[in-house]
């Protein structure tokens, strides 16, 4: 079971701007995180992926087969969650997923079947005869999820999936979204590392419509392992870090007796003052290295 996307180009007028440029990349089962800045292109990627958007050029096969051919068969794989969609705030919760079921097409047995699993797996079944309205921020991000899943996708996109929540319901997404996760293929886009630290199994860094760097978390810190330092420096060594352009000051907790603990992250691999000491980078260090250095 693998989703093939080959040298996908989506470009806008006539060609002179990009949103996607010969982006390739095989998945398998597992959590995928598409990471990147606003404009990146991740948006573009998960358009084309649910065939709500035509490429310009390249090709998506599902185990070999382009998805052009599959049509309504491909489509039956897909669900979709996005960022934001209107949720009818007079529905109450499974008026929405009756009303999602009928549009995915799913007949009245099936969907009786599905929504009243869904209401489980999401945990909204003594919620459901409430009006959408009243729902707190995570019991819609649920309910979002639930109608992704009703017609079971193999494939799984979600956009943003913890966008607008708690730090609570932000945990309880992301551990919920890992828990339904197993046989599928599932995209995490998102501009937030902690989204997928903990899920996802790939993380894939974006960048002007294309890959910078993919690989498990450990991969990735690995590759700016010898790049990150951290060390108390007085004011002036600061403006001094400031100035170098092959450094980035993540972190900087200033204090009045000029001992300011500061973070840095370096291009080179090489100490920038002394007294600085390299530390262990982290996943918030790695798109940071990419994101200024890629
Ligand atoms: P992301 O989701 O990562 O923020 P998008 O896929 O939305 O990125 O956008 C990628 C790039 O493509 C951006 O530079 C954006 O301005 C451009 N783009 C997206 N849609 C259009 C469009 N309809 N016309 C022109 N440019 C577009």
Redesign the pocket.
Known sequence: MNLNIIEISKT??NGD?F?LYKFSQTLEPGVYGLL?P???????LMNILTTNLKETSGRVEWDDKPIKSLGREYRSLIGYMPQQQKLYDDFSGEEFLWYMASLKGLSKTDAKIRIDKMLDIVNLQDKKDERIKNYSGGMKQRLLIAQALLNDPKILIMDEPTAGLDPEERIRIRNFISEISEGKIVII?THVMQDIEYIADKIIL?KK?NIMEAGTPDELIRKVDGNVYEGIVNNKEIEELKMQENVLISNARYSGNERNHVRIISKDKEKILQKMNQVEPDLEDVYLFYEHFG
């Open positions: 806008y007028n701007s949103a990147g606003n404009g990146a292109g991740k948006t573009t886009a974006m419509g």
